[in-house]
T-cell receptor, first 113, second 114 residues
Framework: NAGVTQTPKFQVLKTGQSMTLQCAQD?????MYWYRQDPGMGLRLIYY???????DKGEVPNGYNVSRLNKREFSLRLESAAPSQTSVYFC????????????FGPGTRLTVL | AQKITQTQPGMFVQEKEAVTLDCTYD???????LFWYKQPSSGEMIFLIY??????QNATEGRYSLNFQKARKSANLVISASQLGDSAMYFC???????????FGTGTRLQVFP
């Protein structure tokens, strides 16, 4: 039981390049999330998927797209990376119910030059 | 709109002492949950404790307790008998009952010194 896994752990891109961050969970959770963490800003929600087949925008969706490939996998794509997207990206999942907590992946540290 | 506020960017505490990390929240939903997470320097997010808005008693988990004052809309984390390994960022978060979204505060960096 690996929990929530993310790949890659580190990535350096040049401005304008594209890439996809991968996330998978093996806990049979319904909801999955992508956050970005910047110094002094806490975690901000980019996109989320309440259930397989649905996706919704969070606080800071501009410049990103997502795909809920199946119940296990939720990917985040940067079509044309910008230096402002330099951040640590966390994927999380949630089984459901008010008392359930979110389980987080280890994070991806992305630098855009 | 729901909002979480952590007003202490940084806190210092001596080993074995207790420390309180502040969190206030704002929501119009009568049913919600409050969460605290720890983020050590290694970067992972570790769930610490949960408090439901209808829970009659303050939540406790080992050395962690949550001082929940509903009328003041505060959910402070109390760490008793601090240890050097408690040095980390601490985030308060909230989720309304019919939402799957978790909203985070900006965090408090706790440093425990010998």
């Amino acid at each position: 039981n690996a929990g929530v896994t993310q790949t890659p752990k580190f990535q350096v891109l040049k401005t304008g390049q594209s890439m996809t961050l991968q996330c998978a969970q093996d806990m049979n959770h319904n909801s999955m999330y992508w956050y970005r963490q910047d110094p002094g800003m806490g975690l901000r929600l980019i996109y989320y998927s309440a259930s397989e087949g649905t996706t919704d925008k969070g606080e800071v969706p501009n410049g990103y797209n997502v795909s809920r490939l199946n119940k296990r996998e939720f990917s985040l794509r940067l079509e044309s990376a910008a230096p402002s997207q330099t951040s640590v990206y966390f994927c999380a999942s949630l089984a459901g119910g008010t008392t359930d907590t979110q389980y987080f992946g280890p994070g991806t540290r992305l630098t855009v030059l | 709109a729901q909002k979480i506020t952590q007003t202490q960017p940084g806190m210092f505490v001596q080993e074995k002492e207790a420390v309180t990390l502040d969190c206030t929240y704002d929501t119009s939903d009568p049913s919600y949950g409050l969460f605290w997470y720890k983020q050590p320097s290694s970067g992972e997010m570790i769930f610490l404790i949960y408090q439901g808005s209808y829970d009659q008693q303050n939540a406790t988990e080992g050395r962690y307790s949550l001082n929940f004052q509903k009328a003041r809309k505060s959910a402070n984390l109390v760490i008793s008998a601090s240890q050097l390994g408690d040095s980390a960022m601490y985030f308060c978060a909230m989720r309304e009952a019919f939402s799957t979204k978790l909203i985070f505060g900006t965090g408090t960096r706790l440093q425990v010194f010998p």
